[in-house]
């Protein structure tokens, strides 16, 4: 059973179809990249497996117990969060909120896993700093950090090294693989870095509009579509 | 000092509005955290504005002023989410409209009943005699019903400000929340703003927010710092309007004024000496 299967879906954003047909699906312990070119209709595919849009045809299923508000997202920032006084550790918590309900208050347990995942990516003497004075690479600390706090199954990341230098993508990269294999969390990830992705995927997803390619990492690269996507990316 | 104090007290107006001036400064420094965070600064001023249309037909057709404001900001406030929300108007824009046409209607009739005079003078720049006890009794329950409803939603409140999507995204109904703050806002901005003034409440809600901003540097110490800082404005300036006799609304902003250049100041060597 897989964590996440699409159906043959399509997706219409305002009025416009940016998705159809889409099929395929997403396992235990997989590391998809969603690869594709601006427009190609992957924030709209990211919205849509987040449950934020339904898909106009087609059905999106989870399954192995992964419930709708556990997928541990990992947004691009927004302008809001340059300027926002919020120390680490309260961003981090608040990925804990789903597993609240409606009670209105965080308990020992909440409060532990966050510290837990901040220990796990290093950022725990990042605790009472605000977030708006750390480094590019240490803020998507945070908000990987938040978005496990949300998910033990699967995590699913939009663009997360956009305005990072090589090093710390590197370095984000290798973290991401180590969740992925000692803590068996599913990856997702959207990227226009093509080569790392070829890197540490297990799975491709090649979207325009329509999967032109899905399977794995190793079909992609022997792949007609993929020695084309690769070969000009290199040239660039 | 301490018998200008006394003196103050002894006055039962002044009990009032300092009773209602603190609960409403409360309210409004905390969720003005939030409406400055999210770029929300003016919904403060164009809720005032319609206040101001509301209370103006209020009078004119002899009814209870706060019984006819209440609900229908509270309809503005939920309208201009949903208009800011969609596409085709943008936020500012929807606030300039309906603050705008609030006004219009409120003056003109004001203009037909009564005539532009001294009611008219005390809406815009508010009142400190405006408060009747019954006006108070209501105005500490709903305050303390606004208090009541931030602290059970503090933490949902923090994730909708940080970052929306997130919090959609993990089962947080962001649209009821920010309804919620929409409506607490409204609440707050009609109680205060007889006393402010239907021009300056909108102070409430943005400098105290801003002013614990310069220093503060996490969610929850700027929260409890603009709340501090905003009921000791309302107090000084009060006591200011009380004892050199100048409006209470423009005492307290001229009050929070200087506050947030002391701590515009502190700021900036606090930055000094720990960077």
Known sequence: MALIKCENISIAYEGQTVVHDLSFQVGEDDYLCIVGENGSGKSTLVKSLLGLKAPAKGKIILGDGLSQNEIGYLPQQTDVQKDFPASVYEVVLSGRLNSRGLRPFYTAADKNNARENMDLLGIRELEKQCFRDLSGGQKQRVLLARALCATRKLLLLDEPVTGLDPIVTQEFYQLLRQINRDSEIAVVMVSHDIESTMEYASHILHLQETALFFGTAEEYRNSEIGKAFLGGEQRV | ?275
Request: aromatic content about 8%; hydrophobic content about 60%.
């Open chain 2, 1 to 275: 000092m301490f018998d200008k104090m006394i003196e103050m007290f002894s006055y039962p107006f002044m009990v009032r509005a300092v009773l209602v001036g603190t609960m409403v400064s409360l309210c409004s420094a905390l969720l003005g955290v939030s409406l400055v965070l999210k770029r929300y600064s003016m919904i403060g001023d164009g809720l005032s504005h319609v206040g101001f249309g509301a209370l103006a037909i209020a009078t004119a057709a002899n009814a209870a002023p706060l019984a006819v404001a209440i609900p229908v900001v509270i309809l503005a406030a939920v309208l201009l989410l949903r208009i800011s929300g969609s596409s085709k108007i943008k936020g500012d824009a929807a606030i300039a409209l309906i603050s705008t046409s609030a006004l219009a209607v409120g003056v003109m009739v004001i203009s037909m009943t009564t005539g532009m005079n001294t009611d008219v003078y005390n809406y815009m720049f508010g009142s400190i005699l405006a408060m009747s006890s019954s006006d108070v009794r209501l105005s500490v329950v709903l305050s303390a019903a606004v208090l009541i409803l931030y602290i059970l939603f503090y933490h949902k409140i923090f994730a909708i400000t940080f970052d929306e999507t997130f919090a959609l995204a993990t089962g947080v109904r962001a649209n009821l929340y920010n309804t919620l703050i929409a409506v607490l806002t409204a609440v707050t901005i009609v109680l205060g703003m007889r006393m402010m003034g239907a021009l300056l409440i909108s102070s409430l809600i943005i400098f105290p927010a801003l002013t614990s901003m310069r220093v503060c540097r996490t969610f929850k110490s700027v929260i409890i710092n603009s709340a501090v800082i905003s009921v000791i404005c309302l107090f000084v300036g009060i006591t200011v309007s009380y004892v050199w006799a100048t409006p209470a609304g423009a005492s307290v902003v001229i009050v929070n004024i200087a506050a947030l250049l002391i701590y515009t100041v502190a700021g900036a060597v606090k930055n000094k000496t720990f960077l």
